[in-house]
């Protein structure tokens, strides 16, 4: 019984030794995903878009806040003459009208991270690939991603300026 512990102990650290020695010759390299995706010219016309498309629609929203504060203008210029009937009566459509641009609001931003969304997804995917195929060339089992505060070591490789000549970025 005691020989076949040791048996089994012998195997399992030489599993454990084999094993950390393939991931001590793993290549590891890292990438600033956000400045690669930043350079390239459809993530420029895409945030060129969407700056259009939130313009358009802040256009909009300003109509309703421009109504909303006519309304609370003449309000407030006849408050002292309304009844309190009345005057309930023009609070609730203020509140209405506040809620509606608070709505609005809501919709307008949900409706700008679908496009948002829409837009930057093949952007992102097209970067990625470059990085994966670059990886796969390079022979690297694992890519960082240091826009995300990843600590990097000097013994990693930077994928940025292949990944940018790859996607034809200067």
Known sequence: MAKRSTIVLALIA???LASSTGFAQAKIAYVNMQQLIM???????????LQLYQQEMSKDGQELVNEFQAKLAKFQETEATLNADIKNLKIRELETAKANIEQYNA?????????????TA???AKAKKAVADLAAEKGFVCVLDNSKDIVITAT?????????QRLGIK
Do not use: H, S, V
């Open 14 to 16: 030489m599993m454990t």
């Open 39 to 49: 350079g390239m010219p459809e993530a420029k016309r895409a945030f060129d878009t």
């Open 107 to 119: 919709k307008m931003e949900q409706r700008l991270n679908e496009k948002e969304q829409q837009m």
């Open 122 to 124: 093949p952007i992102i």
């Open 156 to 164: 990693c490789e930077d994928l940025l300026p292949a990944a940018k």
